[in-house]
């Protein structure tokens, strides 16, 4: 294990913004986890665990204290489950399904960051989450130093959250286990995926693929952490008064109330779409994702998602919440 000073992490998110890593260290084994945590304990320094950088957002200032990027790697098959390393990339092993004609993750196609990110806010894309195929998964509690074994029932799934979100202190995935099925069937409930109920694995896949390029800048021109905030979900009363207000606002019935479509709102309703300050702006294809020019400060991108939230506030009074993790 090799503990770096001073390391630029900008590069290795998928913002491509922020400042530095004042300690920085990978992590090839369980071991090596330990060793950093027992680092940072001993340094007094508050741990930051990376994974592949697709939904956080570093401050100018950097991170001032240690950033451990997972490379827990590996992955096996055991019949038709699929067990893989935290730090493998969640699209690669996405294709690895599917060239092995395993269903039930080909909907999540393209999602960027690492395997081990994946189920802390329950990555989910065209009516599919990583909660319907989760078997288990383990993880090291930082508190106890011990590796534990969590069913999925015991992962607290909900929409875009897990216990691993509500508790970023805890808990470090290390490896996580996919129960997939040849016997499957195409998940085309999405209106994107409409008419495709008898499609191949494939198919589907090269179709999500083709969507979400449409609707994601291109992480090789300009930097974001797909959708910044999350979708309201608010009372029917609330729903219904939104809904004479802006005619034609999608809405879909939740445990709790009633979903929105905040990229639906800030296009038709509030006419944001493009907004911008300094190289952060609302991406014109979907405004649920803030898309960042090369060298946009994070300040820039804060700025821009507090202005959003005002307005949501002030206009539809919605609170929104950011998916987004700032790191500061
Ligand atoms: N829309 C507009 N204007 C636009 C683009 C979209 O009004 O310019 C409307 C569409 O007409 C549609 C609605 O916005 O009614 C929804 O768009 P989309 O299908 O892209 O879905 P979303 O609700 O905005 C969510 C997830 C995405 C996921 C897609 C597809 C959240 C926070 N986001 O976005 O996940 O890929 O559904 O399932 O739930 C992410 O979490 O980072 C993420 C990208």
């Known amino acids: 294990m090799t503990v770096e000073e001073n390391v630029p992490i900008a590069p290795i998110t998928t913002f491509c913004i922020g400042g530095p890593a004042r300690y920085f260290v990978r992590v090839t084994t369980v071991d090596e986890l330990r060793e950093a945590l027992a680092f940072a304990k001993e340094k007094d320094l508050k741990p930051f665990v990376l994974g ?35 730090g493998e990339s969640w699209d690669v092993l996405v294709a690895r399904a599917i060239e092995a004609g395993l269903w039930g993750i080909e909907n999540l196609s393209g999602i960027p960051g690492t395997v081990g990110a994946a189920p802390v806010q329950n990555i989910g894309a065209y009516g599919t989450e990583i909660k319907d195929t989760l078997l ?5 509690d930082m508190q106890t130093g011990e590796v534990v074994r969590f069913a999925n ?6 929409y875009r959250t897990s216990v691993f979100k509500r508790e970023p202190r805890r808990y470090v995935i290390m490896r996580v286990a996919l129960q997939l099925k040849k016997d499957g069937h195409a998940q085309a409930s999405y209106k994107d995926l409409g008419g495709m109920d008898s499609a191949t694995i494939a198919q589907i896949r090269a179709k999500v693929l083709d969507i979400r390029a449409g609707k994601f800048p291109d992480l090789s021109v300009e930097g974001t952490a797909g959708s910044f905030f999350l979708n309201p979900v608010v009372s029917v009363e609330q729903a219904g008064q939104l809904a004479s207000k802006y005619a034609g606002m999608p809405q879909f019935a939740v445990a709790g109330g009633v979903k929105l479509s905040l990229a639906w709102l800030l296009d038709n309703a509030l006419g944001l779409k493009g907004t911008a300050v300094g190289g952060a702006r609302l991406y014109e294809k979907q405004p649920l994702v803030i898309a960042a020019a090369r ?15 005002q307005k949501i506030k002030d206009e539809c009074k919605i609170d929104v919440e950011q ?3 700032v790191i500061v």
């Open 153 to 158: 029932a015991e992962c607290g799934f909900g």
């Open 323 to 325: 998916e987004v993790r």
């Open 295 to 309: 060298n946009t400060p994070a300040r820039d991108v804060r700025a821009l998602a507090d202005l959003v939230a």
């Open 136 to 140: 288990w998964l383990e993880a090291l």
């Open 52 to 86: 592949g950088g697709s939904n956080v957002l570093i401050d100018d200032a950097g991170f001032n204290g240690l950033v451990i990027k997972i490379e827990l790697m590996g992955v096996e098959q055991e019949g038709e489950a699929l067990i893989a390393g935290a």
